[in-house]
């Protein structure tokens, strides 16, 4: 018998409960894992080198509006290869229950900018002469069940039109597909800008943001850079970023994410310190006699205590191993679904963390029974075992 | 002969409340190495708080306690459990063996302690079982044995370290007739053949036969020599 495999047969006292903590122990860390990569990738600094595409965003926030103007601009810039505007136009199709991003774009510019988005010669004509035309993705066609030719009828909520009304109607006129995807929740609904620009009925010559494509991915940092001293002493300066983070910004209005996730894993780790504490507690109170045993055999009290401390350790750190470890797995399958956000990774800063976490764990609820096992007295222990 | 036990002018009082107990008064006791002693005596006559005083799981108030040449009145923490660990095998009236652990492994316990790799603590092992006759249960676990099967085991377990003395608290107390004979029939061989020196509170007057020397104790004194 090894020393680990007697602090294994050890914890194996009570099986069910044993297991029971230890899962525990495995939802906190898988949670920890998810949550922290997550919160990293709203929070984590930003490498503008190599990208090859661009979003020019108003500085302060992205509700605020830039002036049509700001495009003019950027076209003429050096470095600058083609650039689209677009907008939020928000509201929500049939009820409040089923909202996808509904965005008006000048069809060409758009779809040339982002050009992985395959739509055909024929429904991006259509798109671009029909002016109440609008083209969907697959995924969210097929959702709804569209076809080519139907109304759809958005409730705006940001902009109505210059009568008041918050009823606006589309025409579908294409399907877009996002091969590259890689089956993520691609949903964007496209509407036409010349439309939406006439009919809304304030912010008129004001767009949300701007796409860039850059000629030399290479210089990406500079010509971001390039682009915000431009605008710096304009009404309205710029912030110039990956998609990603502007995806990622997006979902910051939502609030603190980092911490709201800090909040909650707070949470989650303190229910797991009582129930772990209760574990090794209940554990020691129902062994005291092997304790007493051991310390009869020659284990000194040092010797048990760092026993009864190795276990809490062992049940905590392999806990977060496992947690860990199916965090790291599940990354890898919601990667599709997170990437527009930024780079889904498992971080070793959160993994050095996750380690410090269950041993500072192990070591906090370990203390009570280990302190108590080493002062505990040998006579009495085994005098109430008879 | 050698005294392996030499113990001098032993107190141990006990303070409950305002009370003063005296548990153990006077006590003058010597055991020569290989010897078997036998101590009697009614319930709460102090014999397992001599026992305990000689096994070093105690401390006396007062006096000497001499074991295996060393005064281990005066030794304390650390120093106490490695003289225990290295000069004496307990055998319980309740074998006090670990549940989760099988034969084997509880009587590797002790060799956990010893800088002995783990292919040669397994080795120990299953010696000292084969010599409690229990080598072929030695992955059963205790829930898995009889009463004196796992009083056999609890014996390998108190020698497998080669402690030179056994102390036993009522080792026969819990098992029947025929078992309880077995058992003491092993401790006569462990004490002729191995050499142990063997200390055993009993009430059974059967088990006290077996000894070398038997003493009663009475009100925390030593009387008189019942047989020899």
Redesign the interface.
């Known amino acids: 018998m090894s020393y680990l495999g007697f602090l294994f047969a050890n914890l194996g006292r009570k099986k069910v409960r044993t297991w029971l903590t230890f899962l525990s122990i495995v939802v906190c860390f898988l949670l920890f894992g998810l949550l922290r990569t997550v919160g990293g990738m709203f929070s984590g600094p930003v490498n503008l080198a190599g990208v090859d595409r661009l979003v020019v965003s108003p500085k302060y926030s992205i509700i605020d509006p830039l002036p049509i103007s700001h495009m003019n601009v950027l076209r003429g810039l050096s470095g600058v290869q083609s650039a689209a505007h677009a907008d939020w136009f928000g509201g929500n199709y049939l009820d409040f229950g089923l909202a996808f991003p509904t965005i008006p774009v000048k069809p060409r510019e758009y779809f040339n900018v982002y050009s992985e988005l395959e739509i055909t010669q024929a429904d991006l004509d259509t798109f671009e002469n029909t002016r109440t035309g609008a083209v969907a993705s697959r995924s969210t066609a097929e959702r709804f069940g569209w076809q080519i030719g139907d109304t759809i009828p958005i409730m705006g909520n940001i902009y109505p039109q210059e009568d008041g009304a918050l009823l606006w109607e589309f025409e579908l006129v294409g399907i877009y597909d996002r091969p590259n995807s890689s089956g993520g929740n691609f949903e964007d609904f496209y509407i036409h800008y010349d439309y939406f620009e006439e009919a809304k009925q304030h912010s008129k010559g004001m767009i949300g943001w701007i796409s860039v494509k850059v000629d030399h991915p290479d210089e990406a940092a500079l010509l971001a850079s390039d682009i915000d001293a431009l605008f710096e002493n304009s009404r309205n300066p710029t912030r110039t970023m990956t998609e990603n983070e502007y995806n990622a910004q997006f979902t910051k209005q939502l609030g603190n994410i980092g911490m709201m996730i800090n909040m909650i894993l707070t949470a989650v780790f303190f229910s797991i310190l009582l129930l772990v504490a209760n574990t090794m507690i209940q554990s020691f109170r129902e062994r005291l006699s092997d304790l007493g045993v051991l310390k009869a055999l020659g284990f000194n009290d040092g010797w048990v205590a760092r026993m009864v401390l190795y276990e809490s350790l062992l049940l905590n750190v392999s806990g977060a191993v496992v947690g860990i470890g199916l965090s790291y797995l599940s990354l890898i399958g919601l990667e599709p679904m997170l990437s527009n956000f930024g780079v889904v990774e498992l971080t070793s800063a959160n993994l050095i963390f996750a380690m410090a976490i269950a041993a500072l764990l192990g070591l906090v609820v370990g203390a009570i029974p280990a302190i108590r096992a080493s002062s505990l007295p040998i006579v009495d222990v085994l005098k109430a075992r008879g | 002969m050698k005294h392996i036990i030499d113990i001098r002018e032993l107190h141990k009082t006990y303070q409950r409340g305002g009370e003063r107990i005296s548990v153990l008064d006077h006590i003058d006791l010597t055991v020569d190495e290989g010897g078997y002693l036998a101590l009697m005596g009614p319930s709460g006559s102090g014999k397992?708080t001599l026992l305990?005083m000689i096994?070093g799981?105690?401390v006396p108030t007062k006096g000497s306690v001499n074991v295996c040449g060393v005064n281990i009145a005066q030794l304390k923490?650390?120093a106490l459990?490695?003289?225990?660990?290295?000069n004496?095998g307990?055998v319980?009236?309740?074998y006090?063996l670990?549940?989760?652990?099988s034969a084997?492994?509880n009587v590797?316990?002790?060799l956990?302690?010893t800088k002995l790799s783990?292919k040669e603590?397994?080795k120990r092992a299953l010696t000292a079982l084969d010599i409690v006759g229990l080598a072929n249960r030695a992955k059963h676990k205790p829930s898995e044995l009889s009463g004196g099967q796992l009083q056999r085991v609890a014996i390998a377990?108190a020698l497998v370290a080669d402690q030179r003395i056994l102390v036993c608290d009522e080792p026969t107390g819990d098992l029947d007739r025929a078992s309880a004979n077995q058992i003491l029939d092993l401790m006569e061989i462990l004490n002729t053949s191995h050499h142990k020196t063997i200390v055993m509170v009993t009430h059974d007057p059967e088990a006290a036969r077996h000894a070398h020397e038997c003493l009663h104790l009475d009100k925390g004194r030593l009387s008189a020599e019942v047989n020899a």
């Open positions: 397992t305990n096994g799981l105690d923490g650390r459990a490695n003289w225990r660990a290295q004496i307990f319980f009236q309740f006090n670990m549940d989760v652990l084997q492994r590797e316990l002790p956990l302690l783990k603590r397994q377990r």
